[in-house]
C-alpha cells in the first residue's frame, strides 16, 4: 500500500541556516504530494504542494520539487527563522470518492536564535 | 472566521467511560474527517465523511463511531474509552471542487487522556 517515509527529527538549527527535510514515498500511480506544518498548540495548515512530476511547489521561503524518480519530496528552505519552529508533515493524497492522504511521522524543527 | 472548531479541547476520562468529540465547520465542505495523531505514528485516518449522509471507515476505525449530524458537524463516538484511545484527536474538511479542492482544514485538537 501507500506510505510516506520521513527523516526522523528533531531538526535543530540556527536562524539563518539552510533547512533540508527529506520525504520519501511508495506509491502506485501519480499521487499528489503536499507538506503540511503544525505550528505549537495548533492544527495543521497546507505549507505547500505538487500535482504531478517535476511540479515545485512553493511558500514562503520553502521550496519541494515533485520527483518522481527518486520518488522524493524534500522540503528546503534557504535561511530558516525561529518562526519556523514547527513539525512538518509530508503527505501523499489520492482521490478515491473523496480525498484521502496518507502522512509521514512528522519531523519537528527547532530553530536556534 | 471560524473554520473547524472542535470541543472540548481537553478531556481525562476513565476506562470505560465514553465521550464524544464535537466538529464543526463554516466553510460548507462537503467531506470531513476524524485524526488521531500519536508520537512517531503521524497522523492516522480513523473514519471520514465524504459527503451529508455518508461516513466510512479510516485507517483506525476500532472503537469508535461516528455522526454526520448535516453538513456542518462530523462527531467521534468513544463508547467505552481504553488507555490505548489517549491521544491528540484532529477535526478536518475539505471540498472535492474549486481552487483549494482536496486541502484539508484541520481545527486545533483536542487532548484525550484515558487513565
Known amino acids: 500500500g501507500d506510505s510516506v517515509t520521513q527523516m526522523e527529527g528533531p531538526v535543530t538549527l540556527s536562524e539563518e541556516a539552510f533547512l533540508t527535510i527529506n520525504c520519501t514515498y511508495t506509491?502506485?500511480?501519480?499521487?499528489?504530494l503536499f507538506w503540511y506544518v503544525q505550528y505549537p498548540g495548533e492544527g495543521l495548515q497546507l505549507l505547500l504542494k505538487?500535482?504531478?512530476?517535476?511540479d515545485k511547489g512553493s511558500n514562503k521561503g520553502f521550496e519541494a520539487t515533485y520527483r518522481k524518480e527518486t520518488t522524493s519530496f524534500h522540503l528546503e528552505k534557504g535561511s530558516v527563522q525561529v518562526s519556523d519552529s514547527a513539525v512538518y508533515f509530508c503527505?501523499?493524497?489520492?482521490?478515491?470518492?473523496?480525498?484521502?492522504?496518507?502522512f509521514g511521522t512528522g519531523t519537528r524543527l527547532k530553530v536556534l536564535a | 472566521n471560524a473554520g473547524v472548531t472542535q470541543t472540548p479541547k481537553f478531556q481525562v476520562l476513565k476506562t470505560g467511560q465514553s465521550m464524544t468529540l464535537q466538529c464543526a465547520q463554516d466553510?460548507?465542505?462537503?467531506?470531513m474527517y476524524w485524526y488521531r495523531q500519536d508520537p512517531g505514528m503521524g497522523l492516522r485516518l480513523i473514519y471520514y465523511?465524504?459527503?451529508?449522509?455518508?461516513?466510512d471507515k479510516g485507517e483506525v476505525p476500532n472503537g469508535y463511531n461516528v455522526s454526520r449530524l448535516n453538513k456542518r458537524e462530523f462527531s467521534l463516538r468513544l463508547e467505552s474509552a481504553a488507555p490505548s484511545q489517549t491521544s491528540v484527536y484532529f477535526c478536518?474538511?475539505?471540498?472535492?471542487?474549486?481552487?483549494?479542492?482536496?486541502?484539508?482544514?484541520f481545527g486545533e485538537g483536542s487532548r484525550l487522556t484515558v487513565l
Open positions: 505538487a500535482t504531478k512530476a517535476d
Open positions: 503527505a501523499l493524497r489520492r482521490f478515491s470518492g473523496t480525498y484521502k492522504y496518507i
Open positions: 465523511s465524504a459527503s451529508e449522509g455518508t461516513t
Open positions: 506509491a502506485t500511480g501519480y499521487p499528489s
Open positions: 478536518a474538511s475539505s471540498e472535492v471542487q474549486g481552487v483549494a479542492a482536496g486541502e484539508l482544514f
Open positions: 466553510m460548507n465542505h462537503n467531506s
